[in-house]
């Protein structure tokens, strides 16, 4: 099992950036796909999520309206769009495979990419 996030960088507060996550391993509708950040001095925190088997996603209220995630099945790779960023959405990103919408329900975890916004 292995997800790999890419897609991370610097940019400017009001941009844009895409992030995706590639899954190997198992098939991308076997487990939600999530993916969570973690601001230095700061808990990881849970940003979106998606069932990609019935479709359902799900944001935390920092991202919601902003951030838009998907699955592409066929590439067995999911995507994070990121539109509207603020400085505070600076974090290490990290897509993970588990259940739910609670850090303790994901078991395989990427490795982080680092998304910057500037003020």
């Known amino acids: 099992v292995q997800l790999q996030a890419s897609g991370g960088g610097l940019v400017q507060a009001g941009g844009s950036l895409r992030l995706s996550c590639a899954v190997s391993g198992f098939a991308i509708d076997t487990y939600a796909i999530g993916w969570f950040r973690q601001a230095p001095g700061k808990e990881r925190e849970g940003v979106s999520f998606i069932n990609s088997g019935d479709g359902n996603t799900a944001y935390s209220d920092s991202v919601k309206g902003r951030f838009t995630i998907s699955s592409d099945d066929a590439k067995n790779t999911e995507y994070l769009q990121m539109n509207s960023l603020k400085p505070e959405d600076t974090a290490v990103y990290y897509c993970?495979?588990?259940?739910?919408?609670?850090?303790?329900?994901?078991?395989?975890w990427g490795q982080g990419t680092l998304v910057t916004v500037s003020s």
């Open positions: 993970a495979a588990g259940f739910g919408t609670r850090l303790e329900g994901y078991h395989y």
